[in-house]
């Protein structure tokens, strides 16, 4: 099986000389996508595979960092580009002050990733969202939720 | 067609070391595993250190560094002043000192490995910290936690099941208790391990540097 061996970030698929060679490789050659979660884009050494197949092995010096839109490789043939899934969010709607700051407290306490949008708490998931839903109680039966993000189907509950 | 020449070439010097984390409850074996890693890391040819994690004291890097398994000056010690998991999750920042450090001693470092304790079973190391981290329970600490789905159990790359030859002792269920790990992790691997006999310690390597790009 086909291996590609990264050890540094050649820059942006934005960065001007980059945008140029990537548009002429989309005409007369192959760019490939290196698909990855948001939390694994934080790891300087890992191990993935493009979905034709090629493994990639990512040995990164500490001060780059992987994102998306990351061109890591390119030749006169091809390129190989980071696209990171987007991010699967839980959105809690709390309907009273007490429910809020209850919401609040767990979602320090368990040290969730959140972020706060007019009222709604959205927590980034990084698992099933059941498994967050268990970790509030019955505040999983009380406060109105549901799951956004990339192909999701909405749910509300 | 134009010129391209941005192809993804070895770099003049030696890539950073890559960094792990082995994390998990307070008496779970961490400290034995690493001491059991740290012949067969040094057997394959990794040039390695390892940062422990205390609350107030140097006590794990102490006892590595009397072992006389590995050089010294190869072992450091972080003093969180606090629960451990804050200073490898919340604000890692004197771990990663810790590691710059290691490899400012140590030329050609390949691995830091971090060991911390902490929080119990939610524990979990930041990326910005550690490329691949492992959670490591053990059969006396009772063949209910993978049940209780704790982010450390959950979330870590590899869980390790230590302690495995008491299982007998303490009325677990050793095949249940893995059985019931490896449903609440989605498919993410188990293994289990005795770090007293050495069981499945070569294998605990392999995965680790298959998962870090160190294979030899």
Known sequence: ????????????????????????????????????????????????????????????????????GAVLHMDEESALVVRVRGERWLVLMPSSVPEALELGYHAGNLHWRVRFDEGRLLVALEAPAADYLARLGHLAAHVPHHVEGPDERREVS | MQSIELSNEAPTAAPAAARIGIGGPVGCGKTALIERLIPVLQRRGINFAVVTNDLVTKEDALRLQRSGLIDPTRVSAVEAGACPHTVIREDPTLNIAAGDEMERLHPGLELVIFESGGDNLASTYSLDLVDWWM??????????????????????????????????????????????????????????????????????????????????
């Open chain 1, 1 to 68: 099986m086909a291996t590609l061996d990264v050890v540094h970030v050649l820059g942006s698929r934005l960065d001007p000389d980059l945008a140029e060679k990537l548009h002429g490789l989309s005409h007369h050659g192959t760019i490939r996508y290196l698909e990855l979660e948001t939390a694994d884009t934080a790891r300087r050494r890992l191990r993935a595979t493009t979905a034709d197949g090629l493994d990639v092995g990512i040995m990164l010096p500490r001060e780059e960092r992987l994102f998306d």
């Open chain 2, 135 to 216: 959670f490591v329970i053990d059969v006396a600490g009772g063949d209910d936690i993978p049940r209780k789905r704790g982010p450390g159990v959950l979330r870590s790359d590899l869980l390790v099941v230590n302690k495995v030859d008491l299982a007998p002792h303490v009325g677990v269920d050793l095949d249940q208790m893995l059985a019931d790990a490896r449903s609440v992790r989605n498919g993410r691997p188990v293994l289990a391990t005795n770090a007293r006999t050495g069981q499945a310690i070569e294998e605990l390597a392999d995965i680790i540097l298959h998962a870090v790009l160190l294979e030899r």
